[in-house]
Each structure stands twice: as C-alpha cells, then as structure tokens.
C-alpha cells in the first residue's frame, strides 16, 4: 500500500512558531510524533520519539534546528491529506448556502 493511500492515524496538531515546521503533534501511547512543515500539507509520522525527546523538541529555542539535528534522520511515514475545506455560510434563504 503506498503512503499516500494509507489512512493517517488520528493524533492531534498543534501550530507551532517555526519557520520550517507547521504544526507538531504527539502520541505518547504509541510513541508517534506527527511533523506537518509550513509547505505543504503531508504529515510525517516519526515512531520510537520518546517523551524525553518530544519534550525536548518542544523545548528548544529553535525548533527547526532540533529537528534537523535530532529528529530529520529517523525512520518515517508520510500521509498526504487532504487540503481544508472552505465552509460557505448559510444565508437567509430557505435551501441554505449556494
């Protein structure tokens, strides 16, 4: 099955403040870290991030650096999604939005 067909597992992003990376979200059941980069919309899962290192991660004055020196080279998976939505709002008519 290839990667953009499997389905990603369900762990929460948060934005983060970084240059290089999007948004950040971990799973420390299954040791799981989900990396999404500011371009783009794939989602990385790393496996075998203990919460030490996801701490740290969190932690460091830059993230980007941390990444690419710490997390970058370890083993991967890569979910495409799919892009957002836009809602239109509903209007006043009786069907709804156009």
């Known amino acids: ?12 992003m948060a934005p983060v403040k970084s240059a290089q990376l999007g948004a950040i979200g971990y799973d420390p059941e299954r040791q799981v870290l989900a990396v999404r980069f500011t371009r783009g ?9 203990k919460p ?6 969190m932690a460091a004055k830059s993230m980007g650096v941390f990444f690419t020196q710490r997390i970058k080279g370890m083993p991967f998976t890569k ?3 799919a892009p957002e939505i836009e809602r239109l709002p509903a209007d006043d ?3 709804g939005a156009l």
């Open 79 to 81: 979910f495409e999604t």
């Open 52 to 57: 030490e290192l996801h701490a740290e991660f």
């Open 41 to 49: 919309a794939t989602v990385y899962h790393y496996g075998g991030v």
């Open 1 to 12: 099955m290839s990667a953009a067909a499997k389905k990603q597992p369900g762990i929460p």
């Open 93 to 95: 008519t009786e069907g």
